[in-house]
């Protein structure tokens, strides 16, 4: 299973008896949460990225597959959506390529865990 945009948490259940990947608009563990490219243009961010990630029981905290920095322009919102797709569309494809080797036996992609410490979540409400 391999989710991008998704909004909401898939039940325990699948995510225990599928290997479930989510794309993320960040580079977790910084940004978590529904709609990070808009809170790292808010914020002003100079760098994000595009991670692939298992998913596990808790919102974007699963083990990292992959990562990919972007330099953005944050006053070029336009431009910053166009880089991530590109970066999204080329991990994907890096994804089933590395996928297809190992006989897609998720089991065998190499997986590092998340810093905890440098963690920070977003929710649709600011103030």
Same mark, same amino acid.
């Not at 990070?36 to 974007?60: A, F, S």
């Not at 944050?74 to 390529?97: C, F, H």
């Given at each position: 299973?391999?989710? +991008?945009? #998704?909004?909401?948490?898939?039940?325990?259940?699948?995510?225990?008896?599928?290997?479930?990947?989510?794309?993320?608009?960040?580079?977790?563990?910084?940004?978590?949460?529904?709609?990070?490219?808009?809170?790292?243009?808010?914020?002003?961010?100079?760098?994000?990225?595009?991670?692939?990630?298992?998913?596990?029981?808790?919102?974007?905290?699963?083990?990292? #597959?992959?990562?990919?920095?972007?330099?953005?322009?944050?006053?070029?919102?336009?431009?910053?959506?166009?880089?991530?797709?590109?970066?999204?569309?080329?991990?994907?494809?890096?994804?089933?390529?590395?996928?297809?080797?190992?006989?897609?036996?998720?089991?065998?992609?190499?997986?590092?865990?998340?810093?905890?410490?440098?963690?920070? +979540?977003?929710?649709?409400?600011?103030?």
């Amino acid at each position: 299973v391999l989710v +991008y945009g #998704w909004d909401y948490m898939i039940p325990s259940r699948i995510v225990e008896s599928f290997p479930c990947f989510n794309i993320h608009p960040s580079l977790l563990p910084k940004y978590r949460g529904p709609d990070p490219v808009t809170v790292q243009l808010l914020e002003k961010e100079r760098l994000t990225g595009v991670t692939i990630h298992k998913m596990n029981d808790r919102l974007d905290a699963g083990p990292i #597959w992959k990562q990919k920095e972007i330099k953005i322009d944050p006053t070029q919102p336009r431009l910053v959506y166009l880089k991530i797709a590109g970066t999204v569309m080329r991990l994907v494809d890096e994804l089933l390529s590395t996928l297809e080797k190992a006989g897609f036996d998720a089991s065998k992609l190499e997986l590092f865990p998340q810093n905890e410490e440098e963690a920070t +979540y977003y929710s649709r409400k600011r103030n």
